[in-house]
């Protein structure tokens, strides 16, 4: 069956970088739009950006655009979201998400908190 582990998550300062990783199983990983969404305590889970088969960039949410970068790696079966100048803002659980079928599936989520 499908899974998706995501890691990277963890603690940093204001102004640092993290890059999160979500290994992908159980499903022909290539064949696949890849997505990032995250949720911050309170607040709805937001669409943060998505990659395509091809490695084409979509859907972008503004408040990340020019720090944050997604990309995968068909051979490793990975996508990858690199966070730099991470604000308070960012404070969330990350979840890889895989654009299979109506619903898609989902990673269990990784903690990014940025706090000084």
């Known amino acids: 069956q499908v899974q998706l582990v995501e890691s990277g998550g963890g603690l940093v300062q204001p102004g640092g970088s993290l890059r999160l990783s979500c290994l992908a199983s159980g499903f022909t990983f290539s064949m696949y739009a890849m997505s990032w969404y995250r949720q911050a305590p309170g607040k709805e889970r937001e669409l943060v950006t998505t990659i395509g088969r091809f490695g084409v960039t979509t859907n972008t949410a503004d408040s990340v655009k020019g720090r944050f970068t997604i990309s995968r790696d068909n051979a490793k079966n990975t996508v990858y979201l690199q966070m730099n100048s991470l604000l308070p803002d960012d404070t969330a659980v990350y979840y890889c998400?895989?654009?299979?079928?109506?619903?898609?599936?989902w990673g269990q989520g990784t903690q990014v908190t940025v706090s000084s």
């Open positions: 998400k895989a654009n299979i079928g109506p619903f898609g599936s």
